[in-house]
């Protein structure tokens, strides 16, 4: 070979040899790669469902399935349609701010010519000292300690209106058998022979009894009270709800229900 540049320089006759080093790689074929990809995503996708159900069983232990009160007492929440409602009464003796519930002393004191006592008791029943009842039954309060802006419900929860038990009720068929799927089954704490129980909703009502507006302490075992936060627009009264232990219905309680009379609460959350 000849190359004469622009110097006049000349190349006759090189030979140029070049070595070319190989360096051996191994490839793995597609197949197995793809194999390799889908292994990957398997595992991630197991990992996050992982995640996502420790996740969700924190949250049933710490969010809407346990709430407890200023209290400190813990409650069950069930939902019931397009409602979430506490499983237990209220037991706690002070509003939601802090400030106290008052009592009475004597816990039969008269308190009928009051003008809008708020007051909670536990339920004195015979011989039995009223402390004793409160963790199965709760307390109870007057109406006018229910309707109180301070609110008696943890945060997030409040004592329901009339419309919203009414929800309860027709999402439950009709007030004749309503009742018994919201009781607790048994005569545990129900008298013989509580009729159509069936506490098919999981709501375990309870029959706390009352303390009438004569001072007395009445029907535990028997029926259970349950305060709206409602009114009567006919005699001005509470509304409260009422099931028995002698048949399976969910009582509209609105012209006997006396705003001084004692009785239980179920809370109900916010929307």
């Known amino acids: 070979m000849q190359y004469t540049g622009h110097n006049n320089i000349s190349i006759t006759n090189l030979r140029l040899t070049v070595s070319v080093h190989w360096k051996k790689r191994s490839y793995l074929p597609l197949n197995r790669i793809i194999m390799k990809k889908e292994n990957w995503l398997f595992k ?95 307390r109870l309060y007057t109406w006018y300690t229910v309707a109180d802006n301070r609110n008696i419900c943890p945060s997030g929860w409040h004592v329901p209106s009339e419309a919203e038990w009414l929800v309860l009720e027709t999402f439950l068929g009709d007030w004749q058998t309503a009742g018994g799927k919201l009781k607790e089954t048994g005569t545990t704490h129900w008298n013989a022979p509580n009729t159509g129980a069936t506490n098919e909703t999981g709501f375990t009502a309870l029959p706390g009894g009352n303390r009438d507006y004569s001072n007395e302490f009445d029907d535990l075992g028997l029926s259970g009270y349950w305060w709206s936060s409602s009114s009567s627009t006919t005699d001005g009264s509470g509304i409260a709800r009422k099931i028995d232990s002698y048949d399976s219905g969910l009582y509209h309680d609105e012209g006997s229900s006396k705003k001084h009379s004692g009785y239980s609460v179920r809370c109900i959350k916010d929307l």
């Open 44 to 138: 991630l996708i197991i990992m996050s469902t992982i995640l996502l159900l420790a996740n969700s069983c924190k949250k049933d232990e710490e969010g809407p399935s346990i709430v407890k009160d200023i209290d400190g007492n813990v409650y069950h929440t069930v939902t019931i349609g397009t409602q979430e409602w506490m499983v237990e009464n209220l037991k706690t003796t002070k509003y939601l701010n802090g400030d106290l519930i008052g009592t009475t002393s004597p816990a039969t004191l008269d308190i009928y010519n009051e003008i809008e006592p708020k007051y909670q008791w536990a339920q004195y029943y015979w011989d039995n000292s009223g402390d004793s009842i409160v963790a199965i039954y709760g």
